[in-house]
């Protein structure tokens, strides 16, 4: 049982250029939620999904795209990257706390730089 | 203000100590979360409560919901133990607004 799985764990980006981060689940979760973690800040939500098909805007969605098009996998694009994105961003899943009572499941990070 | 408020933000302890770190928080919650952050960057959840109090081991997590505080304690400290605890609260569709963490270092 694998949990969250976040690929690449590293990437170097020069200003402008695209990628996509990967989360995967196997724990048959509904909810899955991106964070960027910054030095001297808590954790921030970017964008979030309830479930397949569906995505939502966290508290710093700007510069961000996101897609569940399976249920177990929540992809994180940066379109034009920027070194302000330059940050640490974890991904996690969960079922809905208020129907299982239960926390959210955390990746082990992607290190981002944008130069 | 941020809405979830951690103290103190660093702490130093000697291996035995009993060791408690704060959390308030000002707005409503469904719930609220204790997690740690190891060395390595890892995340993992100690603790989920809505009320009262949990215990897992050597730690403790209380939380007092009309005066919006919690407190997780650590009996016995250990090395082992350093690590960033991160308070978080729940509220609406599952979504957390996080503390900034407490950073607990644990000498021998």
């Known amino acids: 049982n694998a949990g969250v799985t976040q690929t690449p764990k590293f990437r170097v980006l020069k200003t402008g250029q695209s990628m996509t981060l990967l989360c995967a689940q196997d724990?048959?979760?509904?909810?899955m939620y991106w964070y960027r973690q910054d030095p001297g800040m808590g954790l921030r939500l970017i964008h979030y999904?309830?479930?397949?098909?569906?995505?939502a805007k966290g508290e710093v969605p700007d510069g961000y795209n996101v897609s569940r098009l399976k249920k177990q996998n929540f992809l994180l694009g940066l379109e034009s990257a920027a070194p302000s994105q330059t940050s640490v961003y974890f991904c996690?899943?969960?079922?809905?706390?208020?129907?299982?009572?239960?926390?959210?499941?955390f990746g082990d990070g992607t290190r981002l730089s944008i130069l | 203000k941020n809405e979830v408020e951690q103290s103190p933000q660093n702490l130093t302890a000697q291996e035995g100590e009993f060791i408690t770190i704060n959390c308030s928080y000002s707005v409503g919650i469904s719930a609220l979360h204790w997690l740690q952050q190891h060395p390595g960057g890892g995340i993992v959840s100690l603790f989920m409560l809505s009320s009262g109090k949990k215990k897992h081991g050597r730690l403790i997590a209380t939380i007092n919901i009309q005066e919006k505080h919690s407190s997780l304690h650590i009996t016995a400290s250990h090395p082992r133990d350093s690590a960033v605890y991160i308070c978080a609260v729940e509220t609406s569709g599952s979504r957390l607004t996080f503390g900034e963490g407490t950073q607990l270092t644990v000498n021998p």
């Open positions: 996690a899943s969960s079922y809905p706390t208020h129907h299982s009572n239960q926390p959210q499941h």
């Open positions: 999904s309830v479930g397949e098909g569906t995505t």
């Open positions: 724990m048959n979760h509904e909810y």
